[in-house]
């Protein structure tokens, strides 16, 4: 497919996403509709109605009247979004009643189960899982994080939120849910940083490696992880101490138990959950004063992902191991905004903000160790040094020398959201020069170990001729040696006359033998799509109305995240609002 050709599909795709409404002269909306249909990524209901309109003109002398006829044409939501039959009363085996009922027990409702609970309620958790489910590396503490004084760090947070806002997210957030944060975070984040160091978990600030480049030399700024080993895994083992908290607050954990239907009364409150258990049986979860919804984003359902994520993030779901939530959290089905969907609650504007990363090709064990940290390269990459990249045309087609946000979004445009990092022999030499830079690899021996890997596991080829390494990368001779001799010339001039990589990272490609490493997109933490909410964390209906009684946290809820969720303008943010968002949600389900 030509870059034009692919362009389009892109552009059309797009378009397919929304409710298209046309009134034009018969034919016209026709013609409109057969060019949508043919590429949507997932099916809509198409529907076409005619109306005869008849205009009088009142002229003088003479009145003229016209027939017209308007073709109005609905490419109707799919049947996901259409609410299931309520499930009668009949069918439910159980009823039990609580102050506050909390769906999901992540960050966000565990949270939120904890903090209800402080305030004196009944608190019941309902979780689809087997126990609670928490994973990652960090969380981010805000402007007044205790190890961060500890550790004689200042942030700028103002200036953070500003490029959170105003650049990452375009000014499509709503700034008081960030301000929220930005206000409570520390309090709230430092409690429980007490927590896992009062239960021999290693609290501590993680400094990243920055750019060298002035425009990103900030990024990644620092923030927690609760770990000395590696920078992954860390923050899991917090689920036993926050689900015990709870628990110590009286509130009561369903696990293997799915919420089905949100229930709202004619007066328009949501009076509680029907939720179903391991064995099938109905169980009426009845909250006398809110539901919160806490059942996080919708990585895992690859139906929701075509019709909310962008296109170019839709497409990984048909690529194998490319969505990294369902190897981890398999629950994680959009259950929540589906619900609430389902009532009449406003979901945010989509495409959804995604959270889209790297990892080397190869065989899946290697991928995800080497991207966790837990095997070769801990966690740092050489698919993330700026060297030469190519796609599989044997294209240049990035600078690669940008943070890794903006290099992954023009991966996800190559065909197979994929790309090779192209090294010489003198790659270790460049590696000590690369600098900083999110995940690059500074040291020859982890590169070496990084290599080895890549090599053992399929992500890597060797040769000694560039046109042996582009038929063992399967990639076209010609154009490979052409792009090659392209970056060569250009790195002798220092000038990057094709895509502005700074200078000092062009170093030619010409001393055998030659590695070519793969390089994959994928959908790495989450999409940031969720329910509109306020300050109160209320859920709010099409009218921007709070739906009484109804509550959202962490991923279930929106308005938070704008075009792309960062990992190194505030790392740890995901986390830091779940863990926020969930506790005050709590304290105002039972204070309303
Ligand atoms: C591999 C990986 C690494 C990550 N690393 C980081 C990191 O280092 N830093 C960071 O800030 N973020 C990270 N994230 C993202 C982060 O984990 C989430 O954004 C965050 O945990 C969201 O919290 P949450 O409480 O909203 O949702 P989750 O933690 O996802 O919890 C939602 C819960 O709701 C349950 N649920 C769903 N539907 C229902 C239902 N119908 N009924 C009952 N229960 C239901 C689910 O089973 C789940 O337990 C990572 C994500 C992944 C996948």
């Known amino acids: 497919m030509s870059s034009e050709s692919r362009e389009n599909s892109e552009k059309s795709s797009r378009v397919s996403r929304r409710v298209f409404l046309s009134s034009s002269a018969a034919g016209v909306a026709g013609i409109i509709v057969g060019g949508i249909i043919g590429s949507q990524a997932f099916p809509r209901e198409v529907r076409t109605t005619e109306t005869k309109i008849e205009t009088t003109t009142l002229t003088k002398p003479t ?230 919804l806490c059942t996080g984003d919708y990585s895992s359902n690859k139906d929701l992902l075509k019709i909310w994520a962008p296109p170019e993030v839709a497409r990984l779901a048909d690529l194998p191991n490319r969505i990294i939530y369902p190897m981890i959290t398999p629950t994680n089905t959009g259950d929540g905004q589906l619900m609430g969907v389902w009532i009449g609650a406003a979901l945010d504007e989509q495409p959804h903000c995604p959270l889209c990363y790297i990892m080397p090709g190869g065989d899946v064990g290697f991928a995800i160790s080497a991207l966790a940290g837990l095997g070769p390269g801990k966690g740092y990459m050489l698919i993330c040094n700026p060297f030469l990249f190519v796609n599989m045309f044997g294209e240049r087609f990035t600078n690669e020398a940008l943070p890794w946000m903006w290099v992954i979004n023009r991966v996800l445009q190559q065909p197979k959201a994929m790309y090779w990092a192209i090294l010489d022999s003198t790659w270790e030499e460049q590696v000590t020069k690369h600098g900083g830079g999110y995940r690059r690899i500074t040291n020859p021996e982890l590169g070496r170990e990084f290599l080895d890997g890549a090599l053992k596991s399929g992500a890597a080829v060797t040769a000694n001729t560039l046109g042996e390494l582009a038929e063992k990368m399967g990639v076209p001779v010609e154009t490979f040696k052409k792009t090659v001799e392209r970056y060569n010339e250009l790195c002798r001039k220092g000038v990057d006359e094709e895509f502005g990589k700074p200078s000092r990272y062009l170093v030619p490609v010409e001393k055998p033998p030659y590695y070519a490493i793969q390089g994959i997109a994928v959908l790495l933490n989450m999409v940031g799509g969720g329910l509109k909410v306020n300050t109160k964390l209320q859920v709010l209906d099409k009218t921007g109305k709070p739906i009484p009684g109804l509550y959202a946290a962490g991923n279930a809820a929106g308005d938070f995240y704008g075009q792309y969720y960062s990992l190194v303008v505030i790392p740890g943010l995901s986390h830091s609002r779940a863990v926020t968002f969930g506790y005050l949600a709590g304290k105002n389900a039972v204070k309303t």
């Open 63 to 292: 009145t003229v009247t016209q027939t017209s006829t308007v073709t109005t044409t609905i490419i109707a939501e799919p049947a996901i979004l259409t609410p299931p039959p309520p499930i009668p009363d009949e069918k439910i085996a159980e009823t039990v009643n609580a102050d506050v009922v909390v769906v999901g027990a992540g960050l966000a409702g565990l949270m939120a189960a904890y903090s209800a609970g402080e305030e004196g309620a009944e608190v019941v958790v309902i979780e689809k899982h087997k126990g609670p489910n928490v994973r990652g590396a960090h969380i981010n503490p805000g402007p007044a994080g205790k190890l961060f004084k500890e550790a004689g760090i200042t942030v700028d947070y103002e200036k953070a939120v500003r490029e959170q806002i105003d650049i990452i997210s375009g000014n499509k957030v709503n700034e008081a849910l960030v301000r929220l944060w930005l206000a409570n975070a520390s309090k709230i984040v430092d409690f429980i940083a007490d927590l896992a160091r009062a239960n021999g978990i290693p609290a501590q600030v993680l400094k990243p490696k920055t750019y060298l480049e002035e425009a990103w030399k900030d990024w990644p700024r620092p923030t927690y992880k609760f770990s000395n080993e590696t920078d992954f895994d860390g923050v899991a083992q917090l689920a036993p101490l926050l689900e015990k908290i709870a628990k110590d607050k009286g509130a009561k954990f369903y696990y293997n138990t799915r919420a089905l239907q949100l229930i709202r009364e004619k007066n328009g409150r949501v009076t509680g959950v029907i939720a179903q258990d391991a064995e099938g049986r109905y169980i009426k979860y009845n909250a006398r004063k809110a539901v919160i």
